[in-house]
């Protein structure tokens, strides 16, 4: 069992920054932890993920040197820095954490095995 809690989402002006945090906790370790986001109406969509050991990070082409993906593993937290935000980023934002040892398909939800309650972050133009 992994349980997450996400910190961070908030309302910002167009050009501004935020950072999500994701803080796991429990009896199982995380092989890969991941955010996704979902709009109203929208399906939920793959932001970034990172490898908790080697700390490889994979990006969705709509985030790409906006967003970083961190992690810290004494604090057993994830982080998500989102610079340059746009109006288009306003979502719900997922914490997922993957507890099996499988390394493709970073950006399908159904690969996950547990999820935060979410965070809301609007962007406001």
């Known amino acids: 069992q992994v349980q997450l809690v996400e910190s961070g989402g908030g309302l910002v002006q167009a050009g501004g920054s935020l950072r999500l945090s994701c803080a796991a906790s429990g009896r199982t370790s995380s092989v890969v932890m991941g955010w996704f986001r979902q709009a109203p109406g929208k399906e939920r969509d793959f932001v970034a993920a990172i490898r908790w050991n080697g700390g490889s990070t994979y990006y969705a082409d709509s985030v790409k040197g906006r967003f970083t993906i961190s992690r810290d593993n004494a604090k057993n937290t994830v982080y998500l820095q989102m610079n340059s935000l746009k109006p288009e980023d306003t979502a719900v934002y997922y914490c997922?954490?993957?507890?099996?040892?499988?390394?493709?398909?970073?950006?399908?939800?159904?690969?996950?095995?547990?999820w935060g309650q979410g965070t809301q972050v609007t962007v406001s133009s």
């Open positions: 997922a954490s993957r507890v099996v040892f499988y390394y493709k398909e970073y950006d399908v939800s159904t690969t996950y095995d547990y």
